[in-house]
Structure formats: structure tokens, C-alpha cells
């Protein structure tokens, strides 16, 4: 099966740079992907994995490295609107595609 | 494009009654996967349908149960309902060459008093 772990709250200044981790322990995966969430909204896609390394979308960046079973999402110049719950998830590629997501990381941005 | 749909948004049932959720995905998407969100709790994984067939699920009991139809279209089912289900559903679809994409649903926040 699979299991992801996360930080569950971080807190950062407005401008500043944060890191999200996530963990997994997995029999098989395609590759991790982030998502965001605010408050009383539905979770959106930031950004995917496939491949170990770094991808880059705007202000925000993840990272893979499936010989260290660990991703972590990268967000810079935060801004208020930053605030809200990030989580990791994979898909299975063992397990017909079944989906795990980790139990979140509720971000506050700080002025 | 139009985004993921769900039907009702707001739901309030008694105990041991039954509920049917409904979920529209993108249009050319034939994945739809459905997730029980409760507060400060991770978005546990109910099932997936890919062209009208279940093709995994998760760690729910049988009173759970979806469906897809052949414009996929997708429904699930909380039968026998506890207080413990009150939460929010979620469903997400993804297109074929974007699997690792989920497009979410507003979700159906569901009240069992």
C-alpha cells in the first residue's frame, strides 16, 4: 500500500520562502503530485512529478527524489493568498492507479 | 471547458437513511474518482470508475458504493447512513493522457443528524 507523510502546520512572513515535505512509503508509484486547498474549497492542482528533479511552475516549485522516498513542494515570495492546505499524493502503479493523498499541511502566511 | 459538477451541494439526512451524490466530470474525462473529506482529515480515497467500471477502491465499507454511466457521469451511494459520514464529498476526474491530474469537484457537503 501507500503512505505519505507531511508537516502538519507551517507557518511563514509574507515575501519569505517555504518548504513542504512529504515522505511516502510506497510499493509503487507513477509520480507526486501537489495540491492546494482553501478554506471551504475544492483541492487544485499545482504541479507533478514523474521524473526525479525539480519542476518549476511560477512561484512554485517540486521536487522528486525516489531513491530518498521524499518530495517537497517549494513556494516563494509568499503572499497572503498562499494560505490554505497543501497536499501530496501518488497513484498507484501497482494497485490499478488507486489513489493516496497525505493528510495535508496547513500553510499561514503571516504579514 | 466546463469544469467537474456535483449534485447537491449541501445535504442534511437522519441517521440509517440513504443519500445519492452526483458528479459530472470534464467533458472527455473518463476517470472519476470519489473522496471523503472530513475536518482536519486528508482526503480518504472511496473508489474510481474508468468507463463504467470500478477500478479500485479504498477502505470503506459496503455501504458505499458508486456508479459510473456511459456519458461518465458518476454517482455514489452512502446507504444505512451514521453520524460518522457527515462530511464532504469530493469527486475529481482526470483525462487519459493527464491521469495524475485530478480536476476537482466543488464537493456535496453531507450532514447526518
Known amino acids: 500500500g501507500q503512505s505519505l507523510e507531511q508537516p502538519s502546520e507551517v507557518t511563514a512572513v509574507e515575501g519569505a520562502i517555504v518548504q513542504i515535505n512529504c515522505t511516502y512509503q510506497?510499493?509503487?508509484?507513477?509520480?507526486l503530485s501537489w495540491y492546494q486547498q482553501h478554506d471551504g474549497g475544492a483541492p487544485t492542482f499545482l504541479s507533478y512529478n514523474g521524473l526525479d528533479g525539480l519542476e518549476e511552475t511560477g512561484r512554485f516549485s517540486s521536487f522528486l527524489s525516489r531513491s530518498d522516498s521524499y518530495g517537497y513542494l517549494l513556494l516563494q515570495e509568499l503572499q497572503m493568498k498562499d494560505s490554505a492546505s497543501y497536499f501530496c499524493?501518488?497513484?498507484?502503479?501497482?494497485?490499478?492507479?488507486?489513489?493516496?493523498f497525505g493528510d495535508g499541511t496547513t500553510l499561514t502566511v503571516k504579514p | 471547458k466546463a469544469g467537474v459538477t456535483q449534485t447537491p451541494r449541501y445535504l442534511i439526512k437522519t441517521r440509517g437513511q440513504q443519500v445519492t451524490l452526483s458528479c459530472s466530470p470534464i467533458s472527455g474525462h473518463r476517470s472519476v474518482s470519489w473522496y471523503q473529506q472530513t475536518p482536519g482529515q486528508g482526503l480518504q480515497f472511496l473508489f474510481e470508475?474508468?468507463?463504467?467500471?470500478?477500478?479500485n477502491k479504498g477502505n470503506f465499507p459496503g455501504r458505499f458504493s458508486g456508479r459510473q454511466f456511459s456519458n461518465s457521469r458518476s454517482e455514489m451511494n452512502v446507504s444505512t447512513l451514521e453520524l460518522g459520514d457527515s462530511a464532504l464529498y469530493l469527486c475529481a476526474s482526470a483525462g487519459d493522457s493527464s491521469y495524475n491530474e485530478q480536476f476537482f469537484g466543488p464537493g456535496t457537503r453531507l450532514t447526518v443528524l
Open positions: 499524493a501518488v497513484r498507484s502503479s501497482t494497485n490499478a492507479g488507486k489513489s493516496t
Open positions: 510506497t510499493s509503487g508509484f507513477y509520480g
Open positions: 470508475y474508468f468507463s463504467e467500471t470500478q477500478r
